[in-house]
Each structure stands twice: as structure tokens, then as C-alpha cells.
């Protein structure tokens, strides 16, 4: 072989049944400059080649009779090229004499290379080993990039599945870790310096680097991408990179695969250990180049959204009064609660109201249908238009079709769900209109809550809505409005899960406070839509009556 154009010795592995025929062999091999082992049976080549694998020293080719006294040299070939871990090892059969018809075939059937008649030329034996050692090698560099390449297709199906620059750091970093073999870091730098770190999974998880680690890297990561455009790759010394990313409280010196996004506002850096290895593959590293730049296509979207979500989310904390901003509502006490989707989710259009009015005190809770800054902007529309709707009507039907008529003009393309209830304090006259929402739930201190019997129509679909539903609260009832993020689960009935929430709320402590921190309890985990609830009762009963939480 040849290195730099250099010739290099191979170590051969021969195997021949006679003790002459293995000293004329290793004779004319090692006058070419090879290394030679020398065996006399099939098991016993299997043997040796055992003991060099676990030494790592497996020959770079064997050199097979094809008679031997425990099997045949096809069956030997064949045996080897079963073993994972041996089935690379090129092998050229040979013979005494020309090949007997058939034994070409059966050669490169069993995964030989080629076949050599002896006696031959020296020369000739050379050539016949080098190729087949260059053609195995070729062989094995064609297959080790095509696993390379699965591994980067594997790794931007995974990146474009992520739902949050966490999950992509995340992702990027397994990735990067499957191509190179190595612990490996991947940063994702948000318009806003925020910085998403993602670590390998063969990096253990102990010893994390510090917050300040964090802004050295982030700092580090603004100054390489200002201005920069396509794809960068450098090394940081360690004395500038912390130490820990790679290894828990190990410095290595890091190579860093930064690309910006298209408009420069953030970036993507894949970092690996260098260990100390200065000659770069580039192989490698293209297939790392590509890598960021799947990492990069997949961030843009994520960090947009992360900053639509944010916009959305501070609409709704302002147009949404918190509960110690609630209005002053005489005979009724009101409790509210406000929980954001999970980061990984879409914004939604999920509010609540509780409004004073010429007959009494309207409670309301709604969703518009969808997930985006659309969504939150209707649902501040709507609210506005309710509030000044109620300067002249408190009728909840009537207010229901105001909304409907509203969203047809204004927002053809969108529905909405709102329970509408208006109390009398001094009664506890109750109506209610419901469209499309789930329907207030009634928990009396007898430890019983029933669904109250009020349906009718989405908003946005100019369908007429019915009378209200009429009924009268007791000062110890408990009424309960919720949006169907709290319960909704994909795979299960949505009656089912009413059927969750009234049993959940029949046994909650007393307490308007008690029966949301229990409903929120009961429910919680990783939710896909966010979550408004309203709970009121009249006051009445001072001595389980709690204060709005702040």
C-alpha cells in the first residue's frame, strides 16, 4: 500500500495445510516487506484471529488455501464474513496449480477477493495482495459514508421534529455526537442572547457548567457571528473555552461549526472536543457544515414563534385582569386562574371576564378557536366589544349574538366558544348562555356538582342562539367555568373527561381558592392548550369564604 506515497508493510495472515507451502509463502512475503502469521487449519486461523481482535491487531488480509484438513478455504471465508467484527478482513484463495472449474465461483461466492494459482511470480503475489487490501479498504471507506450519511439524515429528521429550541439543542447535540464519536455541546443563540444548550447523551449529566460558563459561551458565540455569513468553523483554545461542556470539569480545547441565521439576529454553534488533534477531516467536518445548516432552517421558525408567543403572551397578561385587579363585585366573590400552554405549544385564545352590569354581575369565560397571535388579538377584540356591549345590556342571550354578529363582520374566517352567566346577588338568579362551550358546573356542599343544562351554537357561525337557561344559587354553591384545556386529552372522549372534572371538583375542599388549586392539581400536566377558569359563589357564607389569591 501507499501512504503519502509511501509504501507501507501489511501483515498477512496465511493459511496453508502445509508446512512448505506456508514457508515459501511467508518467505516471498516478507522479502516484499510484510509482516506474516502463519497457521496450518481452519480452527486455527479462527483462533488467532480471535486473540488479535480482542488485541486489536487483526491482519490487513488472509491468504487462504483452499484445502485444508478441517474445511474447506470457502468454508473458512465464509465463517469470517458471518463475524461482525472480521467480516472486512479481505481473502485471497489460492491453489496448487490452475483453479479447478468452479473454485473462481466459489471463492467469490463465500466473499473472497480473488484467487492466485501457485507457483507464482513475487511480484505477482504482491500485486494480488495489495489490491485486494486497497479494494476492501476503498470497500470499507464507501460503507462507513453511506453510515455517515444515514446518521445526518437521521439527525435533520430528528432536528425538524423539534418543537422548541430546546428539543433542537437537544437533537443537534445527539446528532453531532452519532457523526463524530464524541461528547459534543450544541448552543442555540436567540435574538435576544438567550441562550438553549444542548448536551450528548454520552456526556454524563452531573456538573453541569455554571450560569457563568453560560455567558462566557454566549458572549464568545455574538462576537464569532457578528457579520458573519454561511457556515464557520474554528477552534477556541481552552484557556477561552469553559471547561465542562464536553467532560464534567475537564478543559479540552473546543471545534466550534457556527452558522448565523439569515438575518444575523441569532445563531447555531455545534461544538466537539478536539483532544488534542490538530489535523482536520474534511469529510467530517462537511457533514457537520450540513448539520448546522439543517440546525439553523429548523431554528428560524422556533425562535420566531418563541417571540410570537411572547408578544401573545404579554396581550393576554395585560387585557387579562389579575386576580387581585378583579372589579369590585358586591353580593359575589370571584376567583380566577390564568395558565399559560406548555412552551412547547402554540398560544390560544382562552379569557375570562367578570363585569358588573345594570342586572347584576356577568361572569364569562371563552376561547377562540385556533392557536396564534391571531387567536389572543380576537380574544382581546371580543372582550373590548363585551364591555361595551354591557353598558346597555345584560341579557347573556342577547350578548351571545352581539359577539356572533361581531366575529361575522369583523373576523369571518373565525369561531369562538363564551359561557355567559349573569348573577343577581341579592336573589341568586342565575342565566345562562352557552355557545359551543363547555357548560358551568354547579358543587354544592351536599358533595355533589351537576353540569348545568345550557347549550347552543359556536360564535362566528350566525346561527340564532336560545333563552338562557335559568336557575338560582344557593350562598354555599359553588359556580365552577372552565375552557376545555383544563381537561381536554387527545385520545379521550371529551365526556369522559367532564365526567374526570365533575367527580375532581366534588371533592374538593371548601373554598372558591380550594376548588381551583384542586381542579389545577388533578390535571396537571404537559397541557396543548392554555387554561382559564372562573369560579364564584354569593356571598353568604363568611366562614369558608378565601380571598382571591394576588
Known amino acids: ?79 469470517l464474513k458471518t463475524r461482525p467484527h472480521m467480516s472486512g478482513l479481505p481473502v485471497v484463495h489460492f491453489s496448487a496449480g490452475e483453479a479447478a472449474p468452479g473454485e473462481l465461483r466459489q471463492g467469490l461466492e463465500a466473499g473472497g477477493e480473488s484467487h492466485l494459482a501457485l507457483p507464482a511470480e513475487p511480484e505477482e503475489i504482491d500485486t494480488v495482495v495489495r489490491a485486494a487490501v486497497r479494494a476492501a479498504r476503498l470497500r470499507a471507506d464507501d460503507q462507513a459514508a453511506a453510515r455517515r450519511l444515514t446518521l445526518l439524515s437521521e439527525a435533520i429528521v430528528t432536528i425538524q421534529s423539534a418543537r422548541s429550541p430546546q428539543e433542537l439543542a437537544d437533537a443537534a447535540a445527539e446528532g453531532t455526537a452519532r457523526l463524530t464519536g464524541a461528547p459534543a455541546a450544541v448552543f442555540v443563540l436567540g435574538p435576544d442572547d438567550e ?87 474534511p469529510e467530517n467536518e462537511s457533514l457537520l457544515a450540513r448539520l448546522a445548516q439543517a440546525t439553523v432552517l429548523a431554528a428560524e421558525p422556533l425562535l420566531m414563534y418563541q417571540i410570537e408567543r411572547h408578544v401573545a403572551l404579554t396581550l393576554q397578561h395585560s387585557f387579562l385582569p389579575q386576580p387581585h385587579r378583579l372589579p369590585e363585585l358586591p353580593g359575589v366573590d370571584v376567583v380566577v386562574r390564568y395558565v399559560p400552554a406548555s412552551r412547547e405549544t402554540e398560544i390560544g385564545g382562552d379569557f375570562y371576564a367578570a363585569l358588573r352590569t345594570g342586572e347584576g354581575v356577568l361572569a364569562v369565560v371563552g376561547d377562540v378557536v385556533g392557536h396564534s397571535l391571531e387567536a389572543a388579538t380576537v380574544m382581546v377584540e371580543i372582550r373590548h366589544a363585551l364591555r361595551a356591549y354591557c353598558v346597555d345590556e345584560s341579557d347573556p342571550a342577547v350578548l351571545a349574538g352581539q359577539l356572533d354578529r361581531m366575529l361575522q363582520l369583523y373576523h369571518p374566517e373565525v369561531t369562538a366558544t363564551v359561557c355567559l352567566a349573569l348573577i343577581d346577588p341579592g336573589t341568586g338568579r342565575t342565566r345562562i348562555a352557552n355557545a359551543g362551550h363547555i357548560p358551568p358546573l354547579i358543587v354544592r356542599d351536599t358533595r355533589s356538582a351537576d353540569y348545568v343544562k345550557a347549550a347552543g351554537p359556536l360564535l362566528g357561525l350566525g346561527v340564532p342562539h336560545p333563552a338562557p337557561t335559568e336557575l338560582f344559587l344557593e350562598p354555599t354553591d359553588r359556580l365552577l367555568m372552565v375552557t376545555d384545556g383544563l381537561i381536554e386529552t387527545r385520545g379521550v372522549d371529551l365526556a369522559v373527561s367532564m365526567e374526570h372534572l365533575r367527580a375532581a371538583a366534588t371533592g374538593s375542599m371548601p373554598g372558591l381558592d380550594a376548588l381551583c388549586d384542586t381542579l389545577l392539581t388533578y390535571f396537571d400536566h404537559n397541557r396543548d392548550d392554555d387554561i382559564a377558569m372562573l369560579a364564584l359563589r354569593l356571598e353568604g357564607d363568611p366562614a369558608t369564604r378565601v380571598s382571591p389569591e394576588t
Not at 257 to 275: F, I, K, N, S
Open 1 to 79: 500500500m501507499s501512504v503519502n506515497g509511501r509504501r507501507t508493510d501489511l501483515t498477512v495472515l496465511v493459511v496453508d495445510h502445509t508446512a512448505a507451502g506456508r514457508f515459501a509463502l511467508g518467505s516471498v512475503l516478507r522479502r516484499a516487506g510484510h509482516q506474516v502469521v502463519a497457521v496450518g487449519t481452519g480452527n486455527e486461523a479462527l483462533v488467532e484471529l480471535d486473540v488479535r481482535l480482542r488485541r486489536g491487531t487483526l491482519p490487513d488480509v488472509a491468504l487462504v488455501d483452499v484445502e485444508l484438513s478441517d474445511m474447506s478455504g470457502f468454508e473458512l471465508c465464509r465463517r
Open 195 to 281: 441562550l438553549y444548550r444542548g448536551t450528548s447523551r454520552n456526556r454524563t449529566s452531573l456538573a453541569l457548567p455554571d450560569a457563568g460558563a453560560h455567558r462566557t459561551v454566549t458572549a464568545l458565540l455574538r462576537r464569532l457571528a457578528h457579520g458573519q455569513a454561511g457556515v464557520r468553523i474554528t477552534t477556541v483554545p481552552a484557556p477561552l473555552w469553559p471547561a465542562g461542556f464536553f467532560r464534567p470539569g475537564v478543559e479540552h480545547d473546543a471545534r466550534l461549526v457556527l452558522m448565523p441565521t439569515q438575518d444575523g439576529r441569532a445563531a447555531v454553534c455545534l461544538a466537539t472536543p478536539t483532544r488534542g488533534v490538530r489535523r482536520v477531516d
